[in-house]
Antibody, heavy 116, light 107 residues
């Protein structure tokens, strides 16, 4: 069974850092681009960052603060989030890119709350 | 960035009704458009890819059409399990933007 499992969310103060993880199973992780999408409480979906081969891409809203990375030996995707702001509060999903921008497999999400 | 708009923002319909949602892109995106369904507390689910292609395993009452800047998504006969929010998403160019969503419920 193809599965994605996010972890690492929690409550953090403004200016703080968190690292999210997304553990993949059931498919050849290294063969797929992977993406983070977030959803603020009661709001819509926002693409955050993607990792495709050696290339990485970021939304302007997180560029310079977030870093996407992956460890293909551990089948795990990461999102290092620094300088967190209140508007980063959201449920963060990881997703498998079947082709660039088409997300077929999603995790259940991990909640990040930025508040003092 | 390519802006995506959806109409309506919400709708109520009766079981068995035909429901149509429209999505407009701020520039030509060819057919690089997906439709997702999201139920409360769940991750989104891909229903339609490449504007009109039904994802494997998705019921045939769901369909999509359009190209360029104007797209539509239809549920031919609304079922109770279709209560959800539906999002269009363009993947012509980064950032891959989503529409604001259309919330569908039962009247």
């Amino acid at each position: 069974e193809v599965r994605l499992l996010e972890s690492g969310g929690g409550l953090v103060q403004p200016g703080g850092s968190l690292r999210l993880s997304c553990a993949a199973s059931g498919f050849t992780f290294s063969s797929y681009a992977m993406t983070w999408v977030r959803q603020a409480p009661g709001k819509g979906l926002e693409w955050v960052s993607s990792s495709s081969g050696e290339s990485t891409y970021y939304a302007d809203s997180v560029k310079g603060r977030f870093t996407i990375s992956r460890d293909n030996s551990k089948n795990t995707l990461y999102l290092q989030m620094n300088s967190l702001r209140a508007d980063d509060t959201a449920l963060y999903f990881c997703a498998q890119d079947r082709v660039s921008g088409t997300y077929v497999v999603w995790g259940q999400g991990t909640l990040v709350t930025v508040s003092s | 960035d390519i802006q995506m708009t959806q109409s309506p923002s919400s709708l109520s319909a009766t079981v068995g009704d035909r429901v149509t949602i429209t999505c407009q892109a701020s520039q030509d995106i060819s057919n690089y458009l997906n439709w997702y369904q999201q139920k409360p507390g769940k991750a989104p689910k891909l229903l339609i890819h490449d504007a009109s292609n039904l994802e494997t395993g998705v019921p045939s009452r769901f369909s999509g059409s359009g190209s360029g800047t104007d797209f539509s998504f239809t549920i031919s006969s609304l079922q109770p399990e279709d209560i959800a929010t539906y999002y269009c998403q363009q993947y012509d160019r980064l950032p891959f933007t989503f529409g604001p969503g259309t919330k569908v419920d039962i009247k």
